[in-house]
């Protein structure tokens, strides 16, 4: 009900904040059918695949007829006018359309900057003149991400009038399967549990990346055994070839070799046949290695180990950077305190370094340097832990709009 020009409504997983902004936007079309709304997100998939087929399901509950043409992505609401649906991936995209109201989604999953233009840009688009005077005004919801656009704006430097409401999961629990937040709890570390669940502003990129390793803590003294499958992570890079070597027993991976400034994947299939030639392996790459990358091949990294022999778990492409750090985090520790992911650091001496070492840049992001292989050993563990070990985001069940 906040009258301000700009509101925020920043909140964990599963607390409302799509519903109370959706709720939001009915009220708005009820009271002032002739005036247009927009509702943006980072990009297009979120539209398509959680905004839209909420938007259905809503309108069709209440029995209000609508037509959304997803070709130019517009909802037509019967008597209500319509409501542009549009990606925030390119703000300099962001013309060609008035409204009196905007709704930016998942506002923190953009970078710093390009969240800045968009809220200019997107206030520029808001001057249609509503009948009795109210003010154009911009909601955002969002899951905080540390530091970003959303704290620089409401928290440290607010805009004139403004306002910041910070919603818990907790606060909705009674809307939520009684399994909701203790998956929550399991699936992140402890520092993203702020953020996630109680909608706190916390820094995500202070310290080391792998902020949760501890080489004594995860320390195991344990060795590759006769026969025993394993399990390599690899990351591709011309005359500097990376590998992290696993195998998991009771469902605990354990990095208990590595192989590291390696030419070529010719280079490493040569070296991995030599060093387990009785072993059952299983290679979880660098995704972008299905391109035609290898020095002196026609093939791709990936063709080239499936050519070897050697079985490939790859995905269809990387996960996202923020999604596998994560997953390395948990495994290393859990909110719970529990230890999944062990590392025998006398057999892996530059994969321990590697991960006390790295740390965030002035963009958030894992530094990557020059001049050592200390982001290139990382990233190949990463894509074996995410791709075994992912993290399942619980989803929650939505009730039925009634207004």
Partial sequence: ????????????????????????MLNTKRQYP??????????????????????????????????????ENVI???????????TMDN??????WQVGDAFIDEFDLLPTDKALKVIRKVSARCRQKFPDGKKNQKYITTTPEGFKATYQLFKKNPLDDSALIQMSTYSNAHNLPDSYIPDLESQYPEQLIAAYLNGQFVNLTAGNVYYNF???????????????????????????????????????????????DVKDTPHMIQVIKELYPEHPITIYPDASGGNTTSKNASQSDIRLLKSAQLPVA??????????????????????????????????????????????????????????NNIDDINDAGGYFIHRKYPINKPQSTTNRVVM
């Fill in 76 to 86: 037509h609401i019967q008597g209500m006018g319509q409501i542009f649906c549009r």
């Fill in 314 to 371: 790859a995905a269809r492409k990387n996960p996202f950077i923020k999604d596998r750090v994560i997953s390395m985090n948990l495994a290393f520790c859990s909110a719970k305190g529990e230890r999944k992911y062990l590392v025998n650091s006398d057999r892996c001496p530059s994969y321990t370094e590697a991960l006390e070492q790295q740390a965030f840049d002035k963009n958030g992001m894992p530094e990557k340097r020059m001049d």
């Fill in 91 to 96: 703000p300099d995209m962001i013309v060609g």
């Fill in 214 to 260: 501890d080489r004594k803590e995860n320390y195991t003294p344990e060795e590759i055994r006769y026969r025993e499958p394993i399990h390599i992570g690899m990351d591709f890079n011309v005359n500097n070839m990376n590998a992290t070597v696993h195998v998991i027993r009771n469902n605990k991976p354990m990095a208990l070799d590595e192989i590291i």
């Fill in 34 to 71: 002739k005036i247009d709304l927009a509702y943006l997100a980072p990009t297009y998939a979120l539209i398509r695949d959680i905004f839209y087929p909420y938007v259905e399901d809503t309108l069709t509950a209440l029995g209000i007829k609508h037509n959304i043409n997803r070709g």
């Fill in 1 to 24: 009900m906040s009258t301000a020009a700009y509101v925020a409504a920043v909140a964990g997983f599963g607390s409302g904040k799509t519903r109370v902004a959706w709720t939001r």
